[in-house]
């Protein structure tokens, strides 16, 4: 167990559809990392979050969005799904905003009919 | 932009044999690499890291070297078993920014053959 929670597990939604990934970090870790794994694929970068506020930004597309709150949990948006949406959602976590070890969720496993 | 590349994509090997797996980085500023072992279904774990100031770090079966010249670095497992099976990515950090964030590789899947 990482200490870093993802809700909901499995997410089965329909195309145009908005879904909602909330994950709750490590105790005590201040940054947020949000990560796509589609079948088969890598482990793609989509924002990273640091205190509430966004560090940086990968390949996220704008019918995306996320957020950090004040108790540090944070939630990825996903609007007007598509069937290629379907992936896998890691969040992770690390203390600071420096290199480290990334602790990771087990995932929300989203799949768009 | 930051990118990884890794080799090979897939890895066959008989129990007992060693594995190798290799990595280029493009931003020379980053300063941080390390492994994840990925199961079937499962988060990704850290298995080992090392940072640029370190050229060689060894933890029982499980090695890696960097050579930041070059911008490689490499995974080696001996005496693999069939527990090894999984996927391994590599990652980077410390570039473009100088954040946490991770900029992965796109896995290698390492199947050992009892």
């Known amino acids: 167990d990482s200490g870093v929670t993802q809700t909901p597990k499995h997410l089965i939604t329909a195309t145009g559809q908005r879904v909602t990934l909330r994950c709750s970090p490590r105790?005590?870790?201040?940054?947020v990392y949000w990560y796509q794994q589609s079948l088969d694929q890598g482990l793609q970068f989509l924002i990273q979050y640091y205190n509430g506020e966004e560090r940086a930004k990968g390949n996220i597309l704008e019918r995306f969005s996320a957020q950090q709150f004040p108790d540090l949990h944070s939630e990825l948006n996903l609007s007007s799904l598509e069937l290629g949406d379907s992936a896998l959602y890691f969040c992770a976590s690390s203390v600071m905003d420096d290199t480290g070890e990334l602790f990771f969720g087990e995932g929300s496993r989203l799949t768009v009919l | 932009g930051e990118n990884v590349e890794q080799h090979p994509s897939t890895l066959s090997v008989q129990e007992g044999d060693s594995a190798v797996i290799k990595c280029t980085y493009s931003?020379?500023?980053?300063?941080?690499f390390p492994w994840y072992k990925q199961e079937l279904g499962k988060r990704p774990q850290l298995i080992i890291d090392?940072?640029?100031?370190?050229g060689e770090k060894k933890d029982q079966r499980i090695a890696v070297t960097l050579n930041k010249t070059a911008k490689h670095f490499s995974l080696h497992i001996t005496e693999t078993q069939p527990e090894d099976s999984a996927v391994y990515f590599c990652a980077a950090s410390g570039g473009s920014g100088n954040t946490g964030k991770l900029i992965f590789g796109q896995g290698t899947t390492l199947q050992v053959k009892p």
């Open positions: 090392i940072r640029s100031n370190v």
């Open positions: 105790s005590g870790d201040l940054s």
């Open positions: 931003d020379s500023a980053s300063n941080y």
